[in-house]
Structures are given as structure tokens and as C-alpha cells.
């Protein structure tokens, strides 16, 4: 059973950082779709960016493109979102999530592991 546990939220200025850590267990073969979905309050949950790591092809949402990168440790066991220029619609639950797949899969409906969510706020 895949695990998921995220960290490295919390509370920033506009304009500022933050990065979030994705730790992944539990698993014999790792899953290659994994990703960044946030959610905020009365709105849906979104897809901020997916890596399929076989391949290293990533897909992120327009709003997000040159403020935030995903990447991965060697070993593949966490996953990494480095948020820059981070402003208040940014702030939402963050979501880790991954799933066994054979190509690159952007459908949170298409992901079976999630994390428990870190909460981040950007405040104006």
C-alpha cells in the first residue's frame, strides 16, 4: 500500500516561498504518476503539476508555470514543489498523490494514493 506524507506548509507574505516534501513508502514498485493537487474552500480540488517519473515529463497548470517546480530526489521516494512568488490565490490544502500508471495522467479522479494534505496560506 502506497503512502504518502507531505510537509513543508505554512504561512508566507506574497511574493514569498515555501517547499513542500512528499515522502512515499510502503511500496515495492514505485509509482510513476505522482503529483501536486491543492484545494481551497468551496472550490473543486486542482491539478497543480504531475511528473510521470519514468520519462521525468511533467504538466503543470497554467497559473503555476515559472513560479513553481517539481522535482525528485534520485531514489524517487520524495517528491518535491518549490513555490516561488507565491501569491494569495495560492493559498489552499496541498495535496500529494500517485498512482500506477503508463503515461503521464493530469485527472485527479486518476490518482489512487493521497497524502493527508499540508495547508498553505499567502497572505497580501
Known amino acids: 500500500q502506497v503512502q504518502l506524507v507531505e510537509s513543508g506548509g505554512g504561512s508566507v507574505q506574497a511574493g514569498g516561498s515555501l517547499r513542500l516534501s512528499c515522502a512515499a513508502y510502503?511500496?515495492?514498485?514505485?509509482?510513476?504518476?505522482m503529483g501536486w493537487f491543492r484545494q481551497a474552500p468551496g472550490k473543486e480540488r486542482e491539478g497543480v503539476v504531475v511528473?510521470?517519473?519514468?520519462?521525468?515529463?511533467?504538466y503543470y497548470t497554467d497559473s503555476v508555470k515559472g513560479r513553481f517546480t517539481i522535482s525528485q530526489d534520485n531514489a524517487k521516494n520524495t517528491l518535491f514543489l518549490q513555490m516561488n512568488s507565491l501569491k494569495p490565490e495560492d493559498t489552499a490544502m496541498y495535496y500529494c498523490?500517485?498512482?500506477?500508471?503508463?503515461?503521464?495522467?493530469?485527472?485527479?479522479?486518476?490518482?489512487?494514493?493521497w497524502g493527508q494534505g499540508t495547508q498553505v496560506t499567502v497572505s497580501s
Open positions: 498523490a500517485a498512482t500506477y500508471c503508463s503515461s503521464l495522467q493530469y485527472r485527479a479522479v486518476l490518482y489512487n494514493y
Open positions: 510502503g511500496y515495492t514498485y514505485s509509482p510513476p504518476c
Open positions: 511528473i510521470y517519473t519514468d520519462s521525468g515529463s511533467t
